[in-house]
């Protein structure tokens, strides 16, 4: 194997975009003095022979990284320092209250007081990487035939490819220290024990975040972690088109054939890890930036007296927010205490007798006297309240693809740090250093850091608590849109049971404040991820009608004189809950038969269609006998098996349908009266449409059912029975996840029948692996029903978009909303939305793929124009 085996261009390799090159240990090369040697040869000058250009005389990228290998997820670096990475997953502090801000900067000021001496706190902003969640939507519609759903399908890929481009950014934070020893002060040379000291760092610090609210991510291989963010790091433009396994496949193919080639024997591990890692090239030759890998990159540092000077919990949130193509780094350095203390106290000591020298009134004097007031707060801090002294420096570090694109860049982070009483200035002449120093290895440049050190407190270093982003973003997700606050992509898995106990939702929200559009969005993209869906719209059926054909499904109308028909007597089979799946309930909490559950759905229906007036016990109690008699002529008995006609062909038995009812009612001297007289309307009235048996396809992945030309008397049974037949289909043997959409459920829970019926959804769904989804905008209307907060307290995710004042002050009795979050939905624009789920809050815009707007569109005079153009179309 040769020496220096490289996959990279070496240092002193063509600067990518220029015709200079670079060396870092002088200012040409051998290779610059042959040129003009050969140069003066051809104007024909007595010039003396170069000595051709050997091996030693070229640096090597590998040469100049300062990592030697990566052993047990850890780095060890060529000057024998051992380094650890932890990835933090950050939370919504911003959005949390006063008094949670307080304990969770209490909790991290705890952990610093035992943490490493040495600390690296790491932020990276890059693209969203969305080749896994790309790879799981093909995953999920692998089997799909539809070729509507197909199209559907890649419109949202190309959709998330350009949010991904453009808008969509990810965040990571990272934890980097370094081992200091074992726990008796002496340094080890045994990778072992260095690595289980290490490891009892981490899971200290993984308990104290863990009360935090943090989280730190676990990976199947942590020296792959490790790898991938130094490769990454170093290589940010190959690392787009090259992931780092890819790398080290060819890099491992291309070493095997050269060894071949000569005859050496192929061993991989010989192979330096640093050749997996290193960039392809970079270029020191500026005073200024780097290139490295084809991008430009610069740094600045802030000043030691170039922070604020007032301070609250999170400030640090402020170096965070940039963007694409920064990263920032805040070292930490923990000073002696003892040493740091007796320092301290000759600074008070001298600063007070240079005060009484200088004459009175002046600026020196008072300079001196501040001086010696902070020294002397300093003292008093360490000294009676435990707090310890830290040597402190904040590094930004800003690309580009271009050297206009990077200056711009930072030049607008100047600004913006300015305006924030913030004062940065450049690296100028450090780039190697700050190069190395802004990589995750803690190797802090005395030069830099005496040029940016500022000198912190424990309680001051609490406040810089920087994990603070939240990021939503699961591979086999829904993706619904953007988070505002940190600019990543929101996609949310609400059937994720070990992040979420139930996979419900509620959306709340104002008339035109895009909730239409969001549950347009959300039955599309879970149609697209491989589930079912049903959605039941008491009004505005006719916006679904197009989007519904788009994508294949079925859109089924239940009005009086439609040939649409859902028959309310039919029983459909369950399959068996999944009580592991539910709260607070056990299996013998539910063992009522088909039949049974079945007559209390009619019972429903019936109430439903006497509008304010209440069903008698002795009318209720009657229909449960003549029900029963009825299924029973029909074969139907409390045994659920005997729905089937043929089980094993999956063939059920025929079903009465309201007719059938009707004609034993009718002659029944309880039920004549009143229940009759309401049968009779499904049968010679408005509503006989519905009296037969069932002949829509309801087995279809996408199915839309609207009763909104219902008419108000049959708004409400019309509706519960739409709700009742998706339910019942979703309870049936499947096996994928379903969901079931309600718009306006308030409209339904009229009654404490329906109420209670609606609530059971919401308490057993996630039983049979479904979700329940209701929507309002009325949430006066859905509070006075009997079950309306319950309804929204079993929604584990809560989408509440722009609202009133008044309607958003109601919340507070319901949810844990700040006056904070109650000016936020007063403000928030159309599609935009405050995200509830698991004690966090993320405020998300919704997006939708640009092809699909035109069949989610509502507004009159886009329709018109798409009818234009659809004319257009056809005439060429």
């Known amino acids: 194997m040769p020496k220096k085996q490289t996959n990279s261009k070496k240092v002193t390799g063509k600067k990518t975009g220029s015709k200079k090159t670079a060396n870092t240990k002088r200012k040409t090369s051998r290779a610059d003095t042959r040129k003009k040697a050969s140069s003066r040869k051809n104007k024909k000058e007595t010039v003396k022979k170069v000595a051709p250009i050997t091996e030693d005389d070229l640096l090597y990228v590998q040469d100049w990284c300062p990592i030697e290998k990566i052993r047990y997820g850890m780095i060890k670096t060529k000057d024998g320092r051992y380094i650890n990475i932890l990835e933090i997953e950050p939370i919504t502090f911003l959005l949390r209250t006063f008094d949670e801000r307080a304990g969770i900067i209490a909790e991290f000021q705890s952990w610093l007081k035992i943490a490493p001496i040495r600390l690296q706190f790491m932020m990276t902003t890059t693209p969203v990487d969305s080749v896994a969640l790309i790879d799981q939507i093909n995953k999920e519609t692998e089997n799909e035939t539809d070729p509507k759903v197909l199209a559907r399908r890649d419109e949202l890929i190309e959709h998330i490819r350009r949010l991904s481009l453009s808008e969509a950014l990810s965040k990571r934070f990272f934890l980097i220290y370094q081992y200091e020893g074992n726990d008796d002060g002496k340094m080890s040379t045994d990778e072992d024990e260095i690595w289980k000291v290490m490891a009892g760092v981490r899971e200290t610090a993984k308990a104290y975040f863990y009360r935090m609210g943090n989280s730190i991510i676990s990976h199947e291989n942590e020296s792959t972690f490790v790898g991938d963010i130094l490769y990454k790091l170093m290589n940010p433009k190959s690392s787009q088109f090259e992931s780092l396994s890819d790398r080290i496949g060819r890099i491992t193919s291309d070493t095997m054939l050269y060894e071949m080639s000569v005859n050496e024997k192929f061993n991989v591990e010989d192979i330096p890890d640093v050749n997996y890692i290193c960039p392809r090239g970079i270029d020191f030759t500026h005073s200024n930036y780097v290139i490295m890998d084809g991008i430009y990159t610069t740094w600045l540092y802030v000043k030691s007296n170039g922070y604020s000077g007032i301070v609250y919990s999170g400030w640090f949130d402020r170096f965070t927010n940039f963007g694409k193509g920064v990263t920032v780094n805040f070292y930490a350095v923990k000073k002696n205490r003892y040493t740091a203390i007796n320092r301290v106290g000759r600074t008070v000591r001298l600063k007070h007798v240079e005060s009484r020298e200088m004459a009175g009134g002046t600026d020196e004097q008072e300079g001196a006297m501040n001086a010696a007031d902070n020294a002397d707060f300093i003292r008093h801090a360490m000294r009676d309240y435990n707090e310890d002294l830290y040597d402190c420096i904040t590094l930004i570090t800003i690309q580009g693809e271009t050297e206009k694109e990077m200056f ?50 424990t309680s001051s270093l609490a406040s810089t608590y920087m994990y603070t982003a939240y990021k939503i973003l699961e591979n086999d997700g829904i993706v619904l849109g953007i988070n505002i606050d940190g600019d990543s992509l929101f996609v949310p898995n609400p059937f994720n049971s070990k992040k979420y106990s139930n996979a419900n939702m509620i959306v709340l929200g104002t008339s035109g404040k895009g909730k239409t559009f969001f549950l347009m969005n959300l039955a599309y993209s879970i149609r697209i991820s491989g589930k079912q869906v049903f959605v039941v719209l008491p009004e505005k059926g006719r916006e679904w009608k197009r989007l519904t054909a788009a994508i294949g499904g079925t859109y089924i109308e239940l009005a009086p004189g439609s040939k649409d028909c859902i028959n309310i007597m039919a029983i459909r089979p369950a399959r068996e809950l999944d009580y592991s799946q539910l709260e607070d309930m056990d299996e013998e909490d539910d063992t009522t038969s088909l039949l049974v559950k079945k007559i209390h759905q009619i019972i429903t229906f019936i109430q439903l269609n006497m509008n304010k007036d209440d069903m008698t016990d002795p009318e209720e109690a009657q229909i449960s006998t003549v029900l029963t008699r009825l299924y029973n002529d029909f074969g139907i008995t409390g045994d659920n098996d005997s729905i089937w006609a043929d089980k094993d062909r999956n063939i059920l038995k025929k079903m009465p349908i309201i007719e059938d009812f009707y004609e034993v009612a009718k002659e029944d001297d309880i039920l004549k009266d009143r229940i009759a007289v309401i049968l009779d309307s499904y049968v010679h009235g408005d509503g006989r449409s519905m009296n037969a048996q069932t002949n829509v396809d309801l087995n279809n992945k996408f199915v839309v059912i609207s009763v909104s030309k219902a008419g108000k008397k049959k708004l409400a049974p019309f509706a519960f029975l739409a709700i009742d037949c998706c339910y019942d289909t979703i309870k049936a043997d499947r096996s994928e996840n379903c969901a079931l959409i309600m718009d306006e459920v308030w409209k339904m829970m009229i009654n404490k029948y329906a109420s209670e019926y609606v609530m059971e959804i919401y308490k057993i769904i996630r039983g049979y692996g479904g979700s329940a989804i209701a929507a309002t905008q009325e949430l006066e209307d859905l509070n006075k029903s009997e079950n309306g907060a319950g309804v929204i307290n079993n ?40 995200f509830f789920a698991n004690g966090d809050k993320v405020r998300i815009s919704v997006k939708a793929p640009r092809e699909w707007m035109k069949y989610f569109t509502t507004d009159a005079k886009e329709l018109r124009k798409q009818k234009m153009k659809a004319k257009g179309e056809d005439n060429v």
Do not use: W, Y
Not at 434 to 456: E, H, Y
């Open 408 to 457: 711009e860049r930072r030049n607008r982070i100047k600004k913006v740090l300015l305006s924030k009483d913030c004062f940065t200035d450049d690296c100028m002449f450090h780039t190697e250093a700050a190069l190395k120093m802004s990589l995750p290895l803690l190797d802090i440049n005395d030069n830099i850091m005496d040029k940016g050190r500022r000198n912190f407190l």
């Open 795 to 834: 929604a584990k995710l809560k989408f509440i978009f722009g609202m009133e004042k008044k309607q958003a002050e109601n919340l507070k009795d319901i949810l844990d909303i700040t006056d904070d979050d109650i000016k936020s939905l007063t403000k928030q624009d159309r599609g935009q939305a405050l």
